[in-house]
Structures are given as C-alpha cells and as structure tokens.
C-alpha cells in the first residue's frame, strides 16, 4: 500500500511540477508586458488602469505560484515519510529473511560488493583442469577480496576499465574475471560509496536485480504457508 501511494505521489508531483513550469513562463510573459506598458506613452488614466489591471493579475499569479510551491512541499514532505516506511519495511524483512529463505529460491539475500566465488570457479574451469581451477579462483578471491577493500585504491577517479590494476588482471587472466572483480567495485561505489564493506540487499535471483518488496513479501507469505 505504501508503494502504490509514493507511486501516485510520484505522478502528481510530476504534474505540479509541469504546472509551475508553465506558470513560471505564465508570470515572465506578465512581468515583461507589464514593464512594458509602464514606459509606453499614452493617456495617464487609460494606461494606468491597464497597469493596475495587470498588476492584479500579476498578483494572482503570484499567489497561484506561492500556495503551489506549498503543495509541493507538502507532497514532498508526505513522500519522504512513506520513504522511511518503505525502507523501514525492507531493513526488517532484510533483518528476518534468512530465517525463512531458502538457498533455491528465486528470491535472497545478496552481498553487494563481494566477489562472486562460484563465477570466478567456473570462469577459471574454463581456462583450467579441475584441481588448478580451485586453487586459482580461492587464490584470486582472496587476493581481489582484499585489493576491493583497499581504500587507497581509487579506480574510480579515472575510467574504471582503464585502472592499471584492472588492466593488468584483464591480461592476466581474461576479461571475464575482470569483470567480476569491476562489478563488484562498481556494487560498492553505489551501496557504499563512502566504506569499502559489503552491504545486504535483498535480491532476485532469477532476474539478477535489486528484488522489489511486493516480491520479497510474496515469497515470504509462500514460505509461510508451506510452513
């Protein structure tokens, strides 16, 4: 329910926003006109009541503009509250989840920012024989684990795929690797911009995304009715 009503806030915030755009360009139009007419010659009387006139309706504009800047305020205001509820919603399902979840269910919990062990073990199958294949990708791991956290490394103030440390894993041992290490380097820079820790999120694992609440309650009334 707290979804579906930021979602509508969403869209009216959008409209108000349209309709101050157009009042905004509503009172220019005024403001130019009515400097105007103050300097045109003419009869004083007549040229008077044309700028009282508009003055007036320059004046309601004005607080046209006012009473929307209000609202959206407010709308804002009531946005950021259902904000908090989502996320307090989503920090307690996080919190209890792994009570319920099931290692083959499509929904979980994903580390965001950790190297992804099982890709980086088959990736090196590829290249390897079995035996060699296990002792490089925990050796890697472990290796890009702790460079990952390493917080005097900065790939991101350069292209990131052009980091010389990237470059040369890339060369080292294949673009797929590469890849890894950069999308967990990439995980971190959004859920922990200003850390290097890996942060929970609940996850689709089916569709490889951020799972959304709606998915993540689904799964837990399922399991509690299998329950």
Partial sequence: MAAMEQQKFYEKMLKNLE???KLELEIQQLQGKWEVMKHMPGKEDSESKKIKELSEVLQDKYDEMEAMESLNMALLIKERKINDELQDARKELLSGFKVLAFDQANIGIKRMGELDLKALRLTCRKRLLEENAEVTSALLCSKWEEEIRNPNWHPFQEVILEDA??????QEHGEEICALVTKALVELKEYAPSGRYPVAELWNKKNGRK??????????????GTL
């Fill in 19 to 21: 309709k101050q755009k």
């Fill in 165 to 170: 440390k990237l470059q040369e894993l890339k």
């Fill in 211 to 224: 799972a959304t609440l709606r998915e993540v309650v689904k799964h837990v009334m399922k399991q509690l």
